[in-house]
């Protein structure tokens, strides 16, 4: 038997061959989908060189429907990065949101929803002004309330919200929410940035009152020493 010895020997449709078949098996290494797409779409070309110089027909027609697959999920997964990326840095427009919602005023002192209540949607602040009792924090034009209802397991308020100064309020449903979330990248992100943000001013609050209440204790052990 004769061993090939040399580049001319091996052949190069089999050296074609042999690349195609270890960036395909890279590819099932990969744990991310940019670049696992970007390998995909090289290991189909090399596949379709190979195949059409070998004359290996299923191969050449396998490849042929399976790159164009790749790089249109490719281009997909780069569209839904720059979208969240947009998301990450701008406001949120109202106005594909005003269609799912509903318009509602309310007079100073009225009290939108108590700490405990039922929950099934949230509100875009429109003008006016609202105070979130539990933590003390007042909210104008361009806030949103309600949003923590949504994630709370029982569906219920987190905190009481009543009206300080008349204004008016843009409803969403919480199914609505959902579906905007799941259809529109914009919005998904753009909901996890304010729900995270809020938990967060909600930590450093607790944070700050046991920093003080700390301190007082300090203080008083100080005096009666």
């Given at each position: 038997?004769?061993?090939?010895?040399?580049?001319?020997?091996?052949?190069?449709?089999?050296?074609?061959?042999?690349?195609?078949?270890?960036?395909?098996?890279?590819?099932?290494?990969?744990?991310?989908?940019?670049?696992?797409?970007?390998?995909?779409?090289?290991?189909?070309?090399?596949?379709?060189?190979?195949?059409?110089?070998?004359?290996?027909?299923?191969?050449?027609?396998?490849?042929?429907?399976?790159?164009?697959?790749?790089?249109?999920?490719?281009?997909?997964?780069?569209?839904?990065?720059?979208?969240?990326?947009?998301?990450?840095?701008?406001?949120?427009?109202?106005?594909?949101?005003?269609?799912?919602?509903?318009?509602?005023?309310?007079?100073?002192?009225?009290?939108?929803?108590?700490?405990?209540?039922?929950?099934?949607?949230?509100?875009?602040?429109?003008?006016?002004?609202?105070?979130?009792?539990?933590?003390?924090?007042?909210?104008?034009?361009?806030?949103?309330?309600?949003?923590?209802?949504l994630l709370e397991p029982g569906k219920s308020r987190t905190a009481t919200v009543e009206c300080i100064e008349a204004g008016e309020t843009l409803a969403i449903s919480y199914d609505d929410v959902m579906q905007l979330y799941f259809q529109n990248p914009t919005f998904g992100f753009y909901f996890l940035q304010l729900s995270t943000a809020r938990l967060f001013h909600t930590?450093?609050?607790?944070?700050?009152?046991?920093?003080?209440?700390?301190?007082?204790?300090?203080?008083?052990?100080?005096?009666?020493?």
């Open positions: 038997m004769h061993w090939p010895t040399s580049l001319e020997d091996i052949g190069i449709v089999t050296i074609i061959g042999g690349v195609a078949i270890v960036a395909n098996i890279c590819g099932y290494l990969m744990k991310t989908m940019i670049p696992l797409r970007v390998l995909a779409m090289s290991t189909n070309v090399l596949f379709l060189i190979w195949s059409m110089m070998a004359g290996v027909y299923v191969t050449m027609i396998l490849n042929s429907i399976l790159l164009p697959i790749n790089a249109l999920r490719f281009f997909q997964m780069r569209r839904l990065i720059k979208q969240v990326n947009t998301a990450a840095n701008s406001d949120l427009s109202m106005d594909w949101i005003k269609p799912f919602s509903t318009r509602k005023h309310f007079t100073a002192g009225t009290v939108l929803f108590r700490k405990g209540d039922p929950a099934d949607e949230l509100l875009f602040l429109m003008s006016g002004r609202f105070r979130v009792v539990e933590p003390y924090v007042e909210m104008g034009a361009g806030s949103i309330i309600g949003e923590l209802g930590i450093r609050g607790l944070e700050e009152e046991n920093a003080e209440l700390r301190a007082a204790n300090a203080r008083l052990g100080s005096t009666v020493q």
